[in-house]
């Protein structure tokens, strides 16, 4: 039985491993798994997407060991990792530095809390500002773990001393002020959610108009639509507005608005592999 389960467990290593690579198309990036591909595969493909003028972004579950993951950031792979993957700030900074040597950059999505303490399994808040000291774009949601105003203002600082960004990704209404995030340069992901509760939309739009001018980069996901004179308002301001998906007829006042919007897109770093998608 044991030598079997092995053959089965090797047949699907070997599956994995020899998995149809994505074709080479200039312009777009190249996304794979570290545990879907041989590392020989994976160095091999960083070198040739780099020849292409092709960016190659790993995503790090973990199989991997440093010294790979500094052979490939060397080599010019992103490499996209989180707290589910790797909690030591020390390796971090290690492969980050391979990041630097190969004009690549290194994103860390932390989803725990951030009280968690040094001797816990979770990175600690303090290593999180090492980490965006050191240069790692740091990536929050309030999902799941409710997120203290204090905190981000000063991860973003953090971030902004190493010349990375703190990318917030906000649920639910906005009652805090977003002065502090802008004069850090952070980036704030959320939804037309935030207007979901409020008496006057214009006090919502007025605070990230007014944040965005001070410095905040702000993107709005629409799923359901909203009213054309506040999107637009918040699009002149210098908001990014992504649709999820088409939302309107060709005779609707909204395509002209929704085809400008689609011309504008956040830079590669403000997102987590994927531009339209809130983790």
């Known amino acids: 039985m044991e030598s079997e389960k092995r053959k089965e467990e090797n047949a699907a290593q070997g599956e994995r491993i020899f998995e149809p690579l994505p074709s080479f198309v200039r312009g777009e990036d190249i996304t794979l798994r570290d545990d879907l591909y041989d590392f020989s595969v994976l160095l091999d493909t960083v070198k040739v997407a780099r ?57 860390y999505f932390h989803n725990g809390p951030l009280e968690a303490e040094e001797e816990s399994e979770s990175i600690s808040y303090s290593s999180l500002q090492g980490l965006g000291r050191d240069g790692i774009y740091i990536h929050l949601t309030n999902r799941q773990n409710e997120r203290d105003s204090l905190q981000l203002n000063e991860l973003a600082f953090s971030c902004q ?101 689609r011309r504008k897109k956040p830079d590669f770093r403000a997102y987590y592999l994927y531009p339209n998608i809130l983790p």
């Open 161 to 261: 001393k190493g010349g990375s960004w703190l990318v917030y990704y906000h649920f639910g209404s906005l009652e805090f002020s977003l002065e502090e995030l802008a004069r850090n340069g952070a980036w704030i992901h959320t939804s037309e959610q935030i207007f979901k509760d409020a008496e006057d939309k214009s006090l919502i739009v007025d605070n990230l108009k007014a944040a965005i001018s001070a410095g905040l980069r702000c993107v709005l996901h629409v799923e359901k639509g909203l009213d054309i004179s506040l999107l637009d308002d918040l699009m002149r301001a210098g908001a990014f507005i992504l649709f999820k998906f088409s939302l309107f007829d060709r005779k609707s006042p909204f395509r002209a608005l929704e085809k400008k919007a």
């Open 51 to 107: 020849q292409r003028g092709v960016r190659f972004r790993l995503i790090d579950t973990g199989k991997l060991d440093r010294f790979q993951l500094e052979w490939l950031a060397e080599a010019g792979a992103d490499l996209y990792t989180s707290d589910e993957a790797r909690t030591d700030s020390q390796e971090l900074e290690l492969v980050n530095k391979a990041c630097r040597k190969g004009k690549a950059i290194c994103s």
